[in-house]
C-alpha cells in the first residue's frame, strides 16, 4: 500500500501554466496522483509535462482555451479515456488585470469574465457527473486574496474572486449529499506570479505585522494538497487564506505602532505625548 497521499486519484489542474498551477501539478503527482492539465500554452505545458514524467509520474498535458466551454469538454473527454475517472479538480485563475477602475474596458471584462468566471464553472461542470457517480470528489477553486479584501486597482479580480468564494460555498452545500467537498484557497501575494509588484512593494503593502515576505507557489501547493487530500475529509464550503498574515492585518496598526496616523490623531485617539 503506498505511503502517498494521492495514490490511486485522477487530478484535473487547470491554469497550469501560471506559477501557482505549476506547483500544483508537481505537488500532485509527485503524491501520487494521475495528474491531467491544461493551459493556454503549449511550451510550458509541455515542459511541466516533462517535469512530471521525469520525476517519476504521471500526466497528460492538453493545451486549450479554459474560456472555450468546446475544447473544455473534449479536454475532459480525453482526460477520462485516459485515466477513467475524475476524483479532484482544482481550478487556477489566470488573468490578472491592475489598472485603474475607469481604465478598465469592457474587453477587460469580458476577458476576466469568460476566464476566471466561466473557465472554472466550465471545469466543474465537466468533473461533477463523475464525482456523483462516484459519490466522493474535492474540488478546490484557487481564488485571492482580492476575493476577501480590498486593494488598489484590482476591481474586476476582486469582483471576480469574491463571487468564486460564494459559488464555492453554495456548491458545497448542493453536493455534500454526495460526499463532495468544494473548498476555495486564497493566496496572497506570491513570488513570481505576475502581480506586478516587487518584492519591496510587496512588503510595503504586506505592513510589519506578517510574515514580511511574499508567499511562494510551493507554499499555495502545499495548502492545495492537503484540502485535497483525505487529511481535510471534514472541511468543505470553507475559504482558506494563505497570505502571510495580510487578511488579519489592521489597516491601522503600523501606524499605530509610530504614532502616525492622521485618523487616530484626529478622534484623539493618540495624542503628541504618544510619539515615540
Same mark, same amino acid.
Given at each position: 500500500?503506498?505511503?502517498?497521499?494521492?495514490?490511486g486519484r485522477v487530478a484535473v489542474v487547470t491554469g497550469a501554466h501560471t506559477t501557482i498551477g505549476g506547483a500544483v501539478v508537481r505537488r500532485f503527482a509527485g503524491e501520487g496522483?494521475?495528474?491531467?492539465?491544461?493551459?493556454?500554452?503549449?511550451?510550458?505545458?509541455?515542459?511541466?509535462?516533462?517535469?512530471?514524467?521525469?520525476?517519476?509520474?504521471e500526466g497528460m498535458f492538453t493545451k486549450i482555451a479554459i474560456s472555450n466551454q468546446d475544447e473544455v469538454k473534449a479536454f475532459f473527454e480525453n482526460v477520462s479515456g485516459a485515466?477513467?475517472?475524475?476524483?479532484?479538480?482544482?481550478?487556477?485563475?489566470?488573468?490578472?488585470?491592475?489598472?485603474?477602475?475607469?481604465?478598465?474596458?469592457?474587453?477587460?471584462?469580458?476577458?476576466?469574465?469568460?476566464?476566471?468566471?466561466?473557465?472554472?464553472?466550465?471545469?466543474?461542470?465537466?468533473?461533477?457527473?463523475?464525482?456523483?457517480?462516484?459519490?466522493?470528489? =474535492? &474540488?478546490?477553486?484557487? +481564488?485571492? @486574496?482580492? %476575493?476577501?479584501?480590498?486593494? $488598489?486597482?484590482?476591481?474586476?479580480?476582486?469582483?471576480?474572486?469574491?463571487?468564486?468564494?460564494?459559488?464555492?460555498?453554495?456548491?458545497?452545500?448542493?453536493?455534500?449529499?454526495?460526499?463532495?467537498?468544494?473548498?476555495?484557497?486564497?493566496?496572497?501575494?506570491?513570488?513570481?506570479?505576475?502581480?506586478?509588484?516587487?518584492?519591496?512593494?510587496?512588503?510595503?503593502?504586506?505592513?510589519?505585522?506578517t510574515l514580511r515576505r511574499p508567499g511562494t507557489a510551493e507554499e499555495i501547493a502545499n495548502a492545495a494538497l492537503w484540502l485535497s487530500s483525505d487529511e481535510a475529509s471534514f472541511?468543505?464550503?470553507?475559504?482558506?487564506?494563505?497570505?502571510?498574515?495580510?487578511?488579519?492585518? =489592521? &489597516?491601522?496598526?503600523? +501606524?499605530? @505602532?509610530? %504614532?502616525?496616523?492622521?485618523? $487616530?490623531?484626529?478622534?484623539?485617539?493618540?495624542?503628541?505625548?504618544?510619539?515615540?
Amino acid at each position: 500500500m503506498s505511503d502517498k497521499r494521492l495514490a490511486g486519484r485522477v487530478a484535473v489542474v487547470t491554469g497550469a501554466h501560471t506559477t501557482i498551477g505549476g506547483a500544483v501539478v508537481r505537488r500532485f503527482a509527485g503524491e501520487g496522483a494521475r495528474v491531467a492539465f491544461c493551459g493556454d500554452c503549449d511550451e510550458a505545458g509541455n515542459a511541466l509535462l516533462d517535469n512530471v514524467r521525469g520525476a517519476g509520474g504521471e500526466g497528460m498535458f492538453t493545451k486549450i482555451a479554459i474560456s472555450n466551454q468546446d475544447e473544455v469538454k473534449a479536454f475532459f473527454e480525453n482526460v477520462s479515456g485516459a485515466f477513467g475517472d475524475i476524483d479532484l479538480l482544482v481550478t487556477i485563475p489566470v488573468v490578472r488585470q491592475t489598472k485603474p477602475f475607469v481604465e478598465l474596458t469592457e474587453a477587460d471584462w469580458v476577458d476576466i469574465m469568460e476566464n476566471d468566471g466561466l473557465g472554472p464553472v466550465y471545469a466543474m461542470w465537466e468533473a461533477l457527473p463523475f464525482m456523483k457517480k462516484n459519490r466522493r470528489g =474535492s &474540488i478546490l477553486n484557487v +481564488t485571492s @486574496l482580492f %476575493g476577501t479584501e480590498a486593494g $488598489l486597482n484590482v476591481a474586476f479580480n476582486a469582483y471576480f474572486m469574491a463571487g468564486m468564494h460564494n459559488l464555492t460555498r453554495c456548491l458545497s452545500m448542493e453536493y455534500s449529499p454526495w460526499g463532495i467537498r468544494v473548498n476555495a484557497l486564497a493566496p496572497g501575494l506570491i513570488e513570481g506570479d505576475g502581480d506586478g509588484y516587487s518584492k519591496e512593494e510587496i512588503l510595503k503593502i504586506m505592513g510589519n505585522d506578517t510574515l514580511r515576505r511574499p508567499g511562494t507557489a510551493e507554499e499555495i501547493a502545499n495548502a492545495a494538497l492537503w484540502l485535497s487530500s483525505d487529511e481535510a475529509s471534514f472541511v468543505t464550503g470553507a475559504v482558506v487564506n494563505v497570505n502571510g498574515g495580510v487578511v488579519s492585518r =489592521s &489597516i491601522e496598526t503600523e +501606524t499605530w @505602532l509610530t %504614532g502616525e496616523s492622521e485618523f $487616530l490623531r484626529e478622534f484623539e485617539i493618540v495624542g503628541e505625548s504618544d510619539v515615540k
